[in-house]
Nanobody, 126 residues
Framework: QVQLVESGGGLVQTGGSLRLSCAAS????????MAWFRQAPGKDREFVASILWSDDNAYYADSVKGRFTISTDNSWTAVSTVYLQVNSLIPEDTAVYYC????????????????WGQGTQVTVSS
């Protein structure tokens, strides 16, 4: 059974940084696209970044390019990890951040993802 468990969220000031982690277990994720989405209060869930586990190609929403970096640990152990390094945070980045997984090619549409974590809260104070 696939499980995605996020951690690393918290309260930071504008300009601060966090490293979000997503522990992925239950199967190998080679060939999967792993992604981060976020949802702010009163807003729809939006795409943040994705990476294809097999080749490390990464894609980003325009709003986070140059500030966020997605990566994996390239692990073949029972638990693999996807990271989202978030730098130069601004209040508009405040949201619950979700890890998601889907087989195959990348997508920025949350409906295409099969597995989701429970989310981790990121709050940026001004």
């Amino acid at each position: 059974q696939v499980q995605l468990v996020e951690s690393g969220g918290g309260l930071v000031q504008t300009g601060g940084s966090l490293r979000l982690s997503c522990a992925a277990s239950g199967q190998t994720f080679y060939g999967y696209t792993m992604a981060w989405f976020r949802q702010a209060p009163g807003k729809d869930r939006e795409f943040v970044a994705s990476i294809l586990w097999s080749d490390d190609n990464a894609y980003y929403a325009d709003s986070v390019k140059g500030r966020f970096t997605i990566s994996t640990d390239n692990s073949w152990t029972a638990v693999s990890t996807v990271y989202l390094q978030v730098n130069s945070l601004i209040p508009e980045d405040t949201a619950v951040y979700y890890c998601a997984a889907k087989w195959g090619a990348r997508s920025s549409y949350n409906n295409n993802f099969d597995y989701w974590g429970q989310g981790t809260q990121v709050t940026v104070s001004s």
